[in-house]
């Protein structure tokens, strides 16, 4: 068969491929079936739940202790890894014009306190203390956008308990940029601090738990033992029911405006967003871990939040959309059941409330009875009394302070992070030879794609691949490819095959990825008066002209909140956006490795942009990829989404997918291209491409240079720097590709 028989025998379709129907967007479809497989993802991880648990309820002793793994791993995903510092007593806060004591009754004095929690981080708040006997030990939690001193009222000055207030970081926007650069944004302080802590093994919610159990730690420090107590309203609830199920030293917990199946969560403001939750825990395990001690939920009160803050004047629009919503009351009652099912052996220990259940009913549940009855005749007292108690006026500043502890604290964190990496993975690294080097890397490898990027099983269903023939050029035939991988996810692309390929001839092939909200026909698009040219240059057809097999696969990084979505569904199940797409490129190299025309030893990755960080987090899992080549991504890529001390940092930026968990402490760039290692790797860097600047780029890119320099394979790694913006440049890779890959056809 000629050349000229062969490309007719492929003019309808591929050998061994059905016919594709055309699709008018078969990158919205690709988005749209992903969300269906992980909405079922989402709904099956709650069955799946039990394989993390092994409860022993024998006794209340034995089941602590049975528990105290899945603590231990709640504890971690909510990024309480650093040492909390002990209190020992409450610092009054206050100067010659705002003294500490807000307030004094018969009953009770109210002042402004704070406590160390993390090095340059404390708690601040109110501090009720009463007059007579201490009855019990509570911190009561405000919601989010509630400060301590709006909560104040009569009832809790008149209680007869200890009470501490803390402040929240709050919803509002005001303190949410930097004003070095003048960059301002409408992002949550929530999120501006989840921004910050997240890629860092750190979370917002972790934060605010140092600083409830810190005072769970003074509590303890007290001579006489009292009952402790932790209530919460709204965020304030979400965090008692998380402090509950941490430390049990706390005896009861109340929750208000919180609580019900969390399977929505990817719907939820980005602040509440933890990596795994929902793959251990729903509402139901976390009540479970305060069981047998109380809990007390009261259905009502909800936070009405419907977005992020709208951006005022000179504020950028950057926020992640949320919401929180009420669950119904059947909802409620079902995840409490399903709580009460978790651990049959105790009795009465939790209870559902609503609006209208009385305090003493409440009260009741949550304290022994005479501490209840005591806390009950002492507020009662106090309505009957009608002894006042006005809100005092609010500390100024005392948000932002709070902010600023944080991100100053975070920003540290970008230092210590790089030497947790160097000790935890570069000093392990045998040097001594390539195959040590390799049998090693294979776990580090195994550990980076279940634990950090997230693994789904490998396609399991039929490949069913499909194609057809698209266009032509002098050159090239390009076809059109889809193939199934699990069920409703499929991978698309298109396959560029060189009019002078021979009958039975094999040749290298070069996958071509391209960049955000990119699609396969922008990596061949020649018009030069089109964006798509601009960055491309049509590297891809340019490759196949040459000679390559050339397959242009779409990754799902297309549609604005529709995949970031995806990101938000995933991240709840300990997976990432790259889960699926390397599942998608799994089933990519195992269709090219069957076809007759392709070498199965030399298929080449190359991507820009966000197809850049396709060349870190692909090959470095997929060692079917023989080399990759990053192009206007490769970064120090931990500081740029992290930092805030430059403008191109995505703290400031509408990319709110792009942080994933605890990379700082594990996989930076240089890490990721040490897994591509021994293989071939490549970076093409712009002087004038605004994703970083050439000191960082250089300096993560040198930690791989002296690997392979270490491994004696330093002529296998290079950097090609052009004088140019965010583009493909096309020069030193295309050299690259051809060394490694060998004549492009004979």
């Known amino acids: 068969m000629n050349s000229l028989s062969l490309l007719a025998a492929l003019a309808m379709q591929l050998p061994g491929t059905a016919p594709l129907e055309p699709n008018a967007d078969f990158s919205a479809t690709m988005v749209a079936g992903i969300d269906r497989f992980l909405l079922r993802e989402i709904e099956t991880a709650k069955g799946k739940r039990a394989s993390f648990w092994n409860r022993d309820l024998s006794s209340p002793e034995a089941y602590e202790k049975s528990v105290e793994p899945n603590r231990k791993r709640l504890k971690e995903i909510l990024g309480m890894a650093d040492e909390r510092l002990p209190v020992t007593a409450l610092e009054l806060v206050g100067d010659t014009q705002t003294p500490s004591l807000l307030l004094e009754t018969a009953a009770a004095t109210v002042q402004r306190v704070r406590w160390q929690v993390l090095d340059g981080v404390h708690g601040e708040g109110l501090l009720i203390q009463p007059k007579g006997p201490v009855l019990a030990r509570i911190v009561y939690l405000p919601d989010a956008d509630t400060t301590p001193e709006k909560l104040l009222d009569a009832t809790l000055a008149y209680a007869g308990a200890q009470i501490v207030i803390p402040m929240l970081i709050s919803r509002d926007s005001t303190y949410s940029g930097s004003d070095r650069l003048g960059l301002h944004t409408n992002v949550p302080h929530r999120e501006w601090i989840y921004r910050q802590s997240y890629i860092l093994g750190r979370h917002i919610i972790g934060y605010e738990l140092h600083k409830v159990l810190g005072l769970v730690d003074w509590f303890a420090a007290q001579p006489e033992k009292l009952p402790v107590c932790v209530a919460g309203l709204g965020e304030g609830g979400m965090l008692a029911i998380h402090a509950g199920a941490l430390d049990a030293r706390i005896d009861s917990v109340y929750v208000w405006g919180h609580f019900g199946p969390r399977e929505g969560l990817w719907q939820e403001p980005l602040y509440r967003n933890v990596f795994g939750l929902l793959r251990e825990f729903g509402e139901a395990e976390l009540a479970s ?27 950028r629009e950057v926020a992640a959309p949320g919401v929180i919503t009420m669950p119904s009351a059947e909802a409620v009652q079902s995840e409490m059941q399903r709580a009460r099912d978790l651990v049959p052996a105790f009795k009465d220990w939790a209870q559902v409330f609503d609006k209208k259940s009385s305090t003493r009913d409440i009260v009741s549940h949550l304290f022994p009875g005479e501490t209840a009855g005591s806390m009950l005749k002492a507020m009662a007292a106090a309505r009957q009394e009608k002894q006042p108690v006005n809100a005092p006026p609010e500390r100024p500043m005392a948000q932002r302070d709070q902010v600023r502890e944080l991100g100053q604290f975070t920003q540290r964190l970008l230092v210590t992070t790089e030497a947790q990496r160097k000790a935890e993975f570069w000093k392990k690294l045998p040097l001594t030879s390539v195959a040590d080097f390799e ?20 396609p399991d269903v039929p490949m069913n691949p499909r194609s057809r023939v698209l266009k032509e050029t002098e050159k090239v035939v390009i076809h059109e490819v889809t193939l199934d991988v699990w069920q409703d996810v499929f991978a698309w692309g298109w396959l560029a095959l060189p009019k002078d390929l021979k009958p039975g001839e094999k040749r290298p092939a070069v996958v071509c990825q391209h960049g955000l909200e990119g699609l ?33 696969p779409h990754n799902p990084y297309r549609g604005m909140h529709a995949f970031r979505s995806l990101q938000r569904k995933l991240n709840p199940l300990g997976k990432t ?9 799994q089933r990519i190299l195992e269709w090219l490795q069957a076809q007759t025309f392709v070498q199965v030893d030399k298929i080449a990755f190359y991507g820009l942009s966000y197809g850049g960080k396709s060349a870190m987090r692909t090959p470095a899992v997929l060692p079917g990829y023989c080399l990759s ?117 004979p």
Request: with cysteine; charged share 20%.
């Open 439 to 458: 049998k090693h890397t294979a776990t580090e490898r195994e550990r980076f794609w279940t634990e950090v990027i997230g693994r789904f099983p490998d």
């Open 629 to 745: 080549i990053c192009s206007g991504d490769f970064n120090e890529w931990v500081r740029k989404c992290a930092t805030t001390d430059e403008r191109f940092s995505y703290v400031f930026t509408h990319e709110y997918e792009i942080w994933e968990w605890n990379l700082g402490g594990t996989f930076n760039y240089a890490e990721m291209g040490a897994l591509i290692a021994p293989r071939p790797f490549m970076v093409e860097r712009g002087h004038k491409d605004g994703v970083g600047v050439d000191e960082w780029v250089n300096y993560e890119y040198a930690k791989i240079r002296q690997l392979y320099n270490q491994l004696g394979i330093m002529d296998r790694t290079t950097i090609e720097h052009f004088d140019g913006p965010h583009t493909i440049n096309g020069i030193g890779t295309f050299e690259f590709l051809n060394r490694w890959l060998g004549p492009s056809k």
């Open 520 to 552: 396969p026909e922008h990596c061949f698009e020649t018009d030069q008066t089109v964006r798509a040219w601009n960055a491309y240059k049509a590297f891809a057809l340019r490759l196949a002209e040459q000679g390559y097999i050339v397959f242009a």
């Open 577 to 585: 956006l790259y889960s699926v797409i390397n599942g998608q490129h």
């Open 289 to 315: 871990l305060i069981a047998p001690r109380r809990l007390a939920v009261q259905h009502a009160g909800f936070p009405n939040v419907t977005g992020p803050p709208i951006a005022l004047k000179g504020q």
